[in-house]
Antibody, heavy 120, light 107 residues
Framework: EVQLLESGGGLVQPGGSLRLSCAASGFTFSSYAMSWVRQAPGKGLEWVSGISGTGDSTYYADSVKGRFTISRDNSNNTLYLQMNSLRAEDTALYYC?????????????WGQGTLVTVSS | DIQMTQSPSSLSASVGDRVTITCRASQGISNYLAWYQQKPGKVPKLLIYAASTLQSGVPSRFSGSGSGTDFTLTISSLQPEDVATYYCQKYNSALVTFGPGTKVDIK
């Protein structure tokens, strides 16, 4: 059974940093691209970032480019999102999602999400 | 960047009705299009990928069609458990984009 468990969310001041983690199990982690998708309260889904199965290729939404860094540890089946220079508009529930292939694709499994709140 | 639009933004239909949601890409994306269902307070669920391929376990009343710039999600007979917001997603390039969503409820 595929499981994705996010952690690392919390309350942070504007300009601060957080590192999200996503522990994956139930599939061959290195064979699949992974994504981070966020959802602000009462709003729609926004793709944030993606990474290929090998970790060689990374992708970012314009809204986070230069501030967020996606990475993965295939030996420990863990996905990360380093978030710097956080803004109020980054407040959202952050989902970790498994892609259907080793390159960016539809997301067939999702975690429950971790809440990030940026506020002074 | 390719923009994704959906119509309508919301709809209300009766149980048993046929429901169609449209998604349009500002440029051609071949068939790199997925549909998701998100029920209130729940995690998004993949319904369809590659524009028309039904994800395993998804009821057959859901179907998708289209290619290029225009796509549709059809629910052949709306059920009470289909109350949700539906999102399209394009994934044809490094920039993945979701549509704004269509909220479906029961009349």
């Amino acid at each position: 059974e595929v499981q994705l468990l996010e952690s690392g969310g919390g309350l942070v001041q504007p300009g601060g940093s957080l590192r999200l983690s996503c522990a994956a199990s139930g599939f061959t982690f290195s064979s699949y691209a992974m994504s981070w998708v966020r959802q602000a309260p009462g709003k729609g889904l926004e793709w944030v970032s993606g990474i290929s199965g090998t970790g060689d290729s990374t992708y970012y939404a314009d809204s986070v480019k230069g501030r967020f860094t996606i990475s993965r540890d295939n030996s420990n089946n863990t996905l990360y999102l380093q978030m710097n220079s956080l803004r109020a508009e980054d407040t959202a529930l952050y989902y970790c999602a498994k892609d259907r292939s080793a390159v960016p694709a539809a997301n067939n499994y999702w975690g429950q999400g971790t809440l990030v709140t940026v506020s002074s | 960047d390719i923009q994704m639009t959906q119509s309508p933004s919301s709809l209300s239909a009766s149980v048993g009705d046929r429901v169609t949601i449209t998604c349009r890409a500002s440029q051609g994306i071949s068939n790199y299009l997925a549909w998701y269902q998100q029920k209130p307070g729940k995690v998004p669920k993949l319904l369809i990928y590659a524009a028309s391929t039904l994800q395993s376990g998804v009821p057959s009343r859901f179907s998708g069609s289209g290619s290029g710039t225009d796509f549709t999600l059809t629910i052949s007979s709306l059920q009470p458990e289909d109350v949700a917001t539906y999102y399209c997603q394009k994934y044809n390039s490094a920039l993945v984009t979701f549509g704004p969503g269509t909220k479906v409820d029961i009349k």
